[in-house]
């Protein structure tokens, strides 16, 4: 895989390719215009001289006369040719042997336009202009006249331009491979502040951040991320950890009775009542190990399922009356008055709602106080559903309810009206359920009420 400086550098590198070709051929082309023009320009100031004289010459009518006139005047070095052609082809004057290709007919239909022309014999290049006069009233006569230069030496120059501007483009290119890989690496360092500080986060040190102030502004978001999902695994891994020390806790009770219970029966013998004593205490301890797996499992479920088991729609009265039906006799036994109100349709897994409402219901018969009152509203809302569980009895400390939820989390025992003890996940449970189909929970407490309100989406 081709690091990122690397890329930069080979993208910085085309650029500079692209950017100084273009800018090569531009001047290529700028100087190759300027000796054109600079060419013809000279051409036509020396066919215009010799037309001004052989216009005078022809008004005297001695042309051969005066050609040492127009050598001197307009044949001033060796790279300059000069021919006078008469309308029937015969050549008047000629300072050099090479033929200009131009075109005769059209110069004859316009005359005083002058035409210009470039091209090669053998390896030498030329450049030339030509142009017809006027038919002269008195003899009926019309003349050509052609001005021509050699470029062969603007041909060398452009070469040898051209190669000297190639070379001072592989040098440029080869320094700008180097300044790219230079601003690539310095750009990236806050990347290489980033990792190395991400290599520091370990199992032990997850209170690591990144430093947002610290890096670019298009990293700043990167960075914020990072360091969100940083304190996602910190408060997920402190979880599990607590989790793994709560059920290491949790487990070595009933397994230390079990096995003190089971040394004291075999450290003599004993009559078959004391026995069957033993091994009812020990089953209840087995009864309690069994229900905290169950509700591990159960929990470890709802939290990692994203999908519900089942998904239905039912009507949420129904679902709790049948639950007063079956906590009625528990109910009675502490003289609860159990009471609901309100009607609502929830989609959802039925079991798994039954359970949320049956933990919360479980809890409040459990700590409310004889002739106390458990109250159910169901409160439909525009997109969410509503379900308050309230229960009469001590108010909890506001310094115990955000930690309600957590796992084996026990409230003050003096609040517990009953020997009963739960294994400390039934609002975890709930919690988990209410968020696997898409809501959330509250919990308020006052002097002498309790509520529980489980929010769903309609």
Sequence with gaps: MISLTTRLTLLFILVSVAIFTALGLLIQHSIGQHFETQDYS??????????NIVKNLQSHNALPAVESVIKNSVVDHDSIIIKIVSSSGDSLFSASAIALPYETDTLLREPGRPQRLEWHKGDVEYRGVAMALPEDQRNGQQLIISAA???????????QFARKLLGLMLVATMLSALLGWWVSRQGLSPLRAMGSKAKSVTAKHLDQRLPVDAVPVELAALAIELNSMLDRLEESFNRITHFSSDIAHELRTPISNLVTQTQVSLSQQRSVEDYRDILASNLEELDRLSRMISDMLFLAKAENNIELPSSERFMLEFEIVKLFDFYEALAEEHNLTLCMQGSGELKGDRIMVDRAISNLLSNAIRHTPDGGSIDVDIEPKPGELLVHIRNTGEAIPAKELPYLFDRFYRC??????????GTGLGLSITQAIVKAHGGHIDVHSDLDKTCFTLVFPA
């Design 42 to 51: 000279e051409l036509d100031d020396k066919l215009r001289v010799t037309a």
């Design 149 to 159: 230069m050699e470029t062969t030496r603007h041909t060398m120059f452009m070469h």
């Design 412 to 421: 003050d025992q003096a609040r517990c009206h009953t020997a009963h003890e």
